[in-house]
């Protein structure tokens, strides 16, 4: 079963617009990643925040993580066609058995 | 660098039947997960392998499993298939440091249907 739950489970936005996900979680975690998958093909790995931060910037990217609501949310900014894809939330307690989110499927319109 | 590869990329099989899915990590890399994605149940863990021995095992029956050779690359079987074996196969591989930070690299995946 999952342990994540995403939200929205869809967004569609337009070109240049930014583009916020979130994500919860249920027990305690070591980390949280968000992955990127394009049609249905292997996960590309974004970002990765320790339990211990609180925010981590990557590029176009800002994750924020919330370990007392047990929540965190991924910004894209200046959102391109090309980030158009399904996006992931990833918690371990530890090694690699991820537990997944549910997901958000992002449309960037021209 | 070459990605982790998976084959076959597709494959159709029959109810009842049995089936072996491959992947081979990027060079160096001495951990190998299996995931299992459907619309339905979204990505599952199946299994983590690392120096041959299966080292982390999801809620999956026993008609799943899996191994790992000397040389890291991985193989999973799932045997009497059944119709909601249908899915996507994800292979992912990482370095296995001893930094529970790690991240994971993923292969394009096997699609898997059973008629």
């Known amino acids: 079963s999952q342990q994540g739950e995403e939200d929205p489970q869809a967004l569609s936005i337009q070109e240049g617009e930014n583009a916020t996900m979130n994500c919860s979680y249920k027990?305690?975690?070591?980390?949280l990643q968000w992955y990127r998958q394009n049609s249905g093909r292997g996960l590309v790995h974004l970002i990765l925040?320790?339990?211990?931060?609180r925010e981590k910037h990557s590029g176009r990217l800002r994750v924020t993580l919330d370990t007392s609501k047990k929540s965190s949310s991924l910004l894209i900014t200046a959102s391109r066609a090309a980030d158009t894809a399904s996006y992931f939330c990833a918690t371990t307690g530890g090694g690699n058995k991820l537990t997944f989110g549910t997901g958000t499927q992002l449309k960037v319109e021209l | 660098k070459a990605g982790v590869t998976q084959t076959p990329r597709y494959l159709i099989k029959t109810r009842g039947q049995q089936v072996t899915l491959s992947c081979s990590p990027i060079?160096?890399?001495?951990?190998v997960s299996w995931y299992q994605q459907t619309p339905g149940q979204g990505l599952q863990f199946l299994f983590e392998y690392f120096s041959e021995t299966q080292r982390n095992k999801g809620n999956f029956p026993g008609r799943f499993s899996g191994r790992q050779f000397s040389n890291s690359r991985s193989e999973m079987n799932v045997s009497t298939l059944e119709l909601g074996d249908s899915a996507l196969y994800l292979c992912a591989s990482s370095l296995a440091t001893w930094d529970a930070n790690e991240k994971l690299f993923f292969g394009s995946g096997t699609q898997l249907s059973v008629l």
């Open positions: 027990t305690s975690i070591n980390n």
């Open positions: 060079s160096g890399h001495r951990s």
């Open positions: 925040i320790r339990s211990n931060e």
